[in-house]
Every structure is written in C-alpha cells, then in structure tokens.
C-alpha cells in the first residue's frame, strides 16, 4: 500500500514567487495536516483538512493557503515567498476519523523547499 | 501558546547504553506522543499514550504519560545503531482541528 506522497520532493524558489505543494493522502483517509519544520526544529502545525473543510489553521500568516480535494489530496500555497519560508514542509495523513485515536497520523517524506 | 521543552538536546551514547529523554509542557494535553525522523523522512510515530500514568512498551522503547499530564519520558534499551536520529515528543488534545505540538527535538547519536 501506498503511503503518504508528497510532491515535488525539492524545489527552489525566488524570494517574492509562490509556490505550490502537493499531498495524496493514504487510501481510504480523509484527513490531510500541514506542518513546517525549519531546520533543527520540530514540525510546526499550518492547517488541518478533513472532508474538504479546513478544521483548524496554525499561527501562520495568510500567505498561506490549502484545499483539499474531492479526492482528499490536498495543495498547500505559499505566496510572496520569503527566505524564512525554507523549511521541509510534511503532511500527515489520519485515519477513518481524522484522529489519533482511529488510526494515527501518518507523515510523508516532506518537500524541501529553499528560497533564494 | 502551548510549548513543550524537551531534553536533551543531544545525547552521545556508546552501542549498547540505554537511553532516556524526556519532555515538559507548560500546560496539560491528553494524549503524548514520540516520533523518531531519520534524515531525508517524516517523523515516525514511535508510541501514543492516551492515559495519565499510563506506561507503554514497543520492542526496546518504553514511554510514560506523567499522571499530571505535562510531561512524558521515553527510554530506549540496549541502543544499536538503527537508533540513530531525532526523536520528538508531541503532544496532542484531540479536539476538533487535532493539532499536535512537538518539542525541538533529542538528537542521538552512538559512537562506534
């Protein structure tokens, strides 16, 4: 079985370009979270999604952005990408409820993101 | 907000040492959790625990939730090389946006 997927695995970004991030949650899942982690840090929450609708956002700014899709694959936006923006950006996949509980949270590899 | 302060930052150990970390929190969460990343992967959830004083065994790892739910340890047993990475406490009130809030992080590291 497939797990979470994440794509692309690394790309690099102009300061000021926007950028989108993709994520294929695992079959059968119906919640998808974003986490930024800056390097030597702990993965810091952004969004969560569950059924295509947004269940709680992060104290990011509203640069910002998700969806989820009918699909329950999700896209995270950044626009006006700044340096502190470079992180490894990982999303998580939940279970039958979304919860810990039902099955856990299941995190994919992460994208790289660098921005120069 | 809600942080948790884990400890040690690092730890260097010799193969075969038995390892303890452990995390604090300035406020309660109901359900702890320990990961471990290894380079280039997302973290891996190690051991949930969802009881106050509950203590929950995974092969060579051993976690407990303190009973006042602000802080949990995690021990590893007779360490072999596979352990090495970052491990980090996580914390998490299942509520309606399940947010989970990680510590910075214990590095390990085994020396030849």
């Known amino acids: 079985d497939a797990g979470v997927t994440q794509s692309p695995t690394h790309l690099i970004k102009t300061r000021g370009q926007q950028v989108t991030l993709r994520c294929s949650p695992i079959?059968?899942?119906?919640?998808v979270s974003w986490y930024q982690q800056v390097l030597g840090q702990g993965p810091q929450f952004i969004f969560q999604?569950?059924?295509?609708?947004?269940?709680g956002r992060g104290n990011f700014p509203d640069r910002f952005s998700a969806r989820q899709f009918p699909n329950y694959s999700s896209e995270l936006n950044v626009n006006a990408l700044l340096l502190g923006d470079s992180a490894l950006y990982l999303c998580?996949?939940?279970?039958?409820?979304?919860?810990?509980?039902?099955?856990?949270?299941?995190f994919g590899s992460g994208t790289r993101l660098t921005v120069v | 907000g809600q942080q948790l302060n884990q400890s040690p930052q690092s730890m260097f150990i010799q193969e075969g040492e038995d390892v303890s970390m452990n995390c604090t929190s300035s406020s309660i969460f109901n359900t702890w959790l320990w990961y471990k990343q290894d380079p280039g992967e997302g973290p891996v959830l190690l051991i949930a625990?969802?009881?106050?004083?509950e203590l929950t065994s995974n092969g060579r790892l051993t976690a407990q939730f303190g009973i006042t739910r602000k802080d949990s340890f995690l021990n590893i047993s007779a360490s072999i090389p596979s352990d090495v990475g970052i491990y980090f406490c996580?914390?998490?009130?299942?509520?309606?946006?399940?947010?989970?809030?990680f510590g910075k992080g214990t590095r390990l590291h085994i020396l030849p």
């Open positions: 999604y569950y059924e295509k609708e947004e269940r």
């Open positions: 996580a914390g998490l009130n299942e509520n309606r946006d399940d947010k989970i809030i």
């Open positions: 625990l969802y009881k106050a004083g």
């Open positions: 079959s059968g899942h119906k919640s």
């Open positions: 998580a996949s939940g279970g039958v409820e979304g919860t810990l509980s039902l099955g856990g949270y299941t």
